[in-house]
């Protein structure tokens, strides 16, 4: 069983978008998926529901409870976690024995860069982490390439002491689906396939790690 950990000390980033997709991929390639939302807004939790009538649904877990591990069904093969907003390093330390990988949404912005340095000196001085035992990873969200900013911030977040494994271009796509319980992986259009190539790298990562 594979349990990934999607989080960030900023809000607005994209976590849960992040966190919705991954379980939505998971389920389509037909893995028995949970995914655990210790966010008091619901958003996961939310997109589940909606997500119940399909042959690919999610199945939702209050994360916000005490003892919501006990609740992961026997036969789940991943586990997405979808942090509460705003989370700090400390508060993740009680994560870090029950995951195998921490996702690390970044937008490309001089104010979420500096918002997330302090956040990502901290993560790396947690033993788990610094010992190598929960890889992580960082994911360049909404990003548009053509700018010269989200270039200068990639830049910025290539010295970041996390690897950078994935960019993730900025569409409406992601929302719009959001509300109907969907993900970027549900649908094969060509506008939406090349979307779908941004996750390849992020994909590959976590496989590798079970």
């Not at 998971?26 to 655990?36: C, E, H, I, R």
Request: net charge positive; hydrophobic share 40%.
């Amino acid at each position: 069983m594979l349990k990934v950990l999607v989080a960030s000390s900023k809000g607005g980033c994209g976590k849960s978008t992040i966190a919705t997709n991954l379980a939505a991929h998971s389920a389509l390639k037909g893995k028995a998926t949970v995914l655990a939302d210790a966010d008091r807004q619901a958003s996961s939790s939310r997109w589940c529901e909606k997500r119940a009538d399909l042959d690919t649904a999610v199945l939702p877990i209050d994360a916000t409870r005490k003892n919501w591990q006990q609740r992961i069904p026997a036969d789940a093969e991943r586990v997405i976690i979808d942090s509460g907003a705003g989370i700090r390093a400390s508060e993740i330390a009680e994560f870090l024995d029950d995951v195998d990988a921490i996702v690390v949404p970044v937008l490309p912005s001089v104010i979420d860069l500096e918002a997330t340095q302090p956040f990502l000196a901290d993560l790396a001085s947690l033993p788990r982490i610094r010992k190598g035992k929960v890889a992580v990873g960082l994911v360049a969200n909404r990003t548009k390439p053509w700018t010269n900013n989200t270039q200068t911030g990639i830049e910025q977040i290539r010295q970041f002491p996390f690897p950078l494994i994935a960019q993730l271009r900025d569409t409406q796509a992601y929302s719009l689906m959001n509300g109907l319980g969907r993900s970027i992986f549900d649908y094969h259009s060509e506008i939406v396939r090349s979307h779908q190539e941004d996750w390849a790298k992020l994909l590959r990562w976590l496989n590798k790690l079970g």
